[in-house]
Nanobody, 121 residues
Framework: VQLQASGGGLVQAGGSLRLSCAAS????????MGWFRQAPGKEREFVAAVTWSASSTYYANSVKGRFTISRDNPKNTVYLQMNSLKPEDTAVYYC???????????????WGQGTLVTVSS
């Protein structure tokens, strides 16, 4: 089972990036998936999550209105569209699948390797 995150890079403040997380090894269409991030010297934090059917999405207050999480179940892929990026969004972004508890907790069964997003001022 593998989650492969991609799409990170260097972008100027105000710019946009789209992260992708492709799952392989099993089907994740029946489980919730989420994005988390970890900035240098800080703990990993919740960014966004989506239920298995995409009927509900959840966001951290710091990204609400700027980021959009979505999923394509036939492709076994979840996305994070990030607009109006700020320097404080700089972090390694991780995708995760199949939460054991709430969607905002770190207790997910599967994690991707992370993709670095750097926002310059």
């Amino acid at each position: 089972v593998q989650l492969q995150a991609s799409g990170g890079g260097l972008v100027q403040a105000g710019g946009s990036l789209r992260l992708s997380c492709a799952a392989s090894g099993r089907t994740f269409s029946s489980v919730a998936m989420g994005w988390f991030r970890q900035a240098p010297g800080k703990e990993r934090e919740f960014v966004a999550a989506v239920t298995w059917s995409a009927s509900s999405t959840y966001y951290a207050n710091s990204v609400k209105g700027r980021f959009t999480i979505s999923r394509d179940n036939p492709k076994n892929t979840v996305y994070l569209q990030m607009n109006s990026l700020k320097p404080e969004d700089t972090a390694v972004y991780y995708c995760a699948a199949d939460p054991r508890r709430t969607l905002r907790d770190l207790e997910y069964d599967y994690w991707g390797q992370g993709t670095l997003v750097t926002v310059s001022s």
